[in-house]
T-cell receptor, first 113, second 114 residues
Framework: TAGITQAPTSQILAAGRSMTLRCTQD?????MYWYRQDLGLGLRLIHY???????GKGEVPDGYSVSRANTDDFPLTLASAVPSQTSVYFC????????????FGEGSRLTVL | GENVEQHPSTLSVQEGDSAVIKCTYS??????FPWYKQELGKGPQLIID?????GEKKDQRIAVTLNKTAKHFSLHITETQPEDSAVYFC?????????????FGSGTRLSIRP
């Protein structure tokens, strides 16, 4: 069972360039999330989607955008990357938005130079 | 705003001994408290959870306790083994109609000494 697949696993990006991190799940979960993980700061929510067609802002949304055209896919886009966006990004899903139990992908390590 | 504090940030225990990680939360309406284990290079994985109507839950060598009055909850690992070495995250979740708000602690790096 694939669960949640993230791509790429690792990327080096020049500042000012755009980048889309892909996330696909095959569990038919309604809710999906994007977190960033920085040393000493744990997991911080960037954007979320409670169901296909809806999105919302999390704790640190600035500089990021998301879309949820269908149930399975939840891409995260950096329109113009900055060095402070260097981080490990995790996509997660949950059966329902009010469940609270998250299933995480393996992460995408992004370095912005 | 809502906050979850987790202690300690690092913990080293002898193999076979017990490990305890503690978290406190600020939103008294939080009603679901999961714990995640993150191994090196992988995403976090749910290992145990507890809901607000329960004071303690156990699953083999791991247990979680919840004190709603004091707004703190703890993870207990007994008879620790090398494979328990990982980063552990607590979270406090406020679930309501059609949505939930999940706040994570900053993590505890647990090392098991052979």
């Amino acid at each position: 069972t694939a669960g949640i697949t993230q791509a790429p696993t690792s990327q080096i990006l020049a500042a000012g360039r755009s980048m889309t991190l892909r996330c696909t799940q095959d569990m038919r979960h309604n809710a999906m999330y994007w977190y960033r993980q920085d040393l000493g700061l744990g997991l911080r929510l960037i954007h979320y989607s409670n169901t296909a067609g809806t999105t919302g802002k999390g704790e640190v949304p600035d500089g990021y955008s998301v879309s949820r055209a269908n149930t399975d896919d939840f891409p995260l886009t950096l329109a113009s990357a900055v060095p402070s966006q260097t981080s490990v990004y995790f996509c997660a899903s949950s059966p329902e938005a009010d469940t609270g139990e998250l299933f995480f992908g393996e992460g995408s390590r992004l370095t912005v130079l | 705003g809502e906050n979850v504090e987790q202690h300690p940030s690092t913990l080293s225990v002898q193999e076979g001994d017990s490990a305890v990680i503690k978290c406190t939360y600020s939103d008294s309406a939080s009603n679901y408290f999961p714990w995640y284990k993150q191994e090196l290079g992988k995403g976090p994985q749910l290992i145990i959870d507890i809901r607000s109507n329960v004071g303690e839950k156990k699953d083999q060598r791991i247990a979680v306790t919840l004190n709603k009055t004091a707004k703190h909850f703890s993870l207990h690992i007994t008879e620790t083994q090398p494979e328990d070495s990982a980063v552990y995250f607590c979270a406090a979740t406020l679930s309501y109609s059609s949505a939930s708000k999940i706040i994570f602690g900053s993590g505890t790096r647990l090392s098991i000494r052979p």
